[in-house]
């Protein structure tokens, strides 16, 4: 059962996962705040208000000032896309992996009809719990991706949404194809929107995050080869939307940023299936 008012996450070491979920929950609830909001993730923001953390620490240490917009970008690319799936499938399957503590399930209004799933690791969904509870047609599943046995509660006769934001580079090649491939297996018809990085990603994790990055690729088409279901869709960039960050000094920033090699290092990536 959720806790109710102020939640303790003082157990979250800094510089653990759990600490990289909150740091892009407090940079989603920090852009929410924008007069002229890109995301509007009001529930990151009550979120946020809720856990008692060391937000000063965090805030030093994030600088949303500069680094919201590009989480704002992605997720709402994202969410644009996903909210087109469940316009066209009200009666989806949602399965959104490496869920970590974002609110999109909340941001998004699923129909009624939806069946949402927001999985990530045991240890994150704990935590998560200690927020939300499981509801109708919203459920949470602490697993690890490539376990094979997760999707076995989901059900297998709807229309499926897959999203990954920020996950897949976390794993390697043979364990994406594999959960690909368990992903298609299990469904009729959907869509899989993620996030990739370009090779650059774990070479450059290497010298600056432990290597905790281990997947990259530079023509994400090469999936369609890896599993003849999946039907390329669409490619972009966050920074391709940098005309909506509302300062013009950072518009300026990620508008020369969109215009370099820089654009190609983060993309998000939309199949069918
Ligand atoms: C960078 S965070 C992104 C979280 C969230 N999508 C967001 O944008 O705020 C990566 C998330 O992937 C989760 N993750 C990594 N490997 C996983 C696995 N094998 N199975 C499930 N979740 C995994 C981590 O626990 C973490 O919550």
Redesign the pocket.
């Known amino acids: 059962m959720a806790q109710q008012g102020k939640v303790d996450f003082g157990e979250v070491r800094w510089g653990s996962?759990?600490w990289?979920?909150l740091g892009?929950?407090y940079l989603?609830a920090c852009e929410s705040r924008s007069p002229r909001t890109i995301l509007g993730d009001h529930a990151a923001a009550e979120a946020v208000d809720r856990i008692d953390y060391d937000w000063t620490r965090m805030r030093r240490y994030m600088q949303p000032w500069a680094n919201q917009w590009l989480?704002a970008l992605?997720?709402a690319q994202l969410d644009t896309w996903s909210a087109d799936f469940l316009g066209r499938h009200p009666n989806a399957v949602v399965l959104?992996?490496?869920?970590?503590?974002?609110t999109r399930a909340f941001r998004l209004h699923p129909p009624r009809e939806a069946r949402w799933f927001d999985?990530?690791?045991p240890?994150?969904i704990e935590l998560r719990r200690k927020l939300y509870d499981d509801r109708a047609g919203y459920r949470m599943i602490g697993?690890?991706?490539?376990?094979a046995h997760w999707l076995d509660g989901t059900p297998a006769d709807r229309p499926a949404l897959i999203v990954?934001?920020?996950?897949l580079m976390?794993?390697q090649e043979a364990?994406v194809r594999a959960l690909i491939q368990r992903l298609t297996d299990r469904f009729t018809g959907g869509e899989l929107l993620f996030d990739t990085l370009s090779p650059a990603g774990p070479r450059l994790s290497k010298v600056v995050s432990k290597g905790v990055v281990t997947w990259g690729i530079r023509d994400v088409r090469e999936l369609e080869r890896w599993n003849p279901r999946l039907r390329f869709l669409e490619q972009t960039s966050p920074l391709a939307s940098y005309r909506r960050i509302p300062s013009a000094r950072l518009r300026l920033l990620y508008r020369l940023m969109s215009a370099t090699s820089a654009r190609k290092y983060d993309v998000m990536n939309r199949f069918a299936f």
């Not at 990954?164 to 996950?167: I, S």
């Open positions: 996962v759990e990289t979920n892009t929950l989603r989480v992605r997720a959104h992996l490496g869920c970590g503590m974002d999985v990530d690791q240890k994150v697993s690890s991706v490539t376990d990954a934001e920020g996950l976390y794993l364990q």
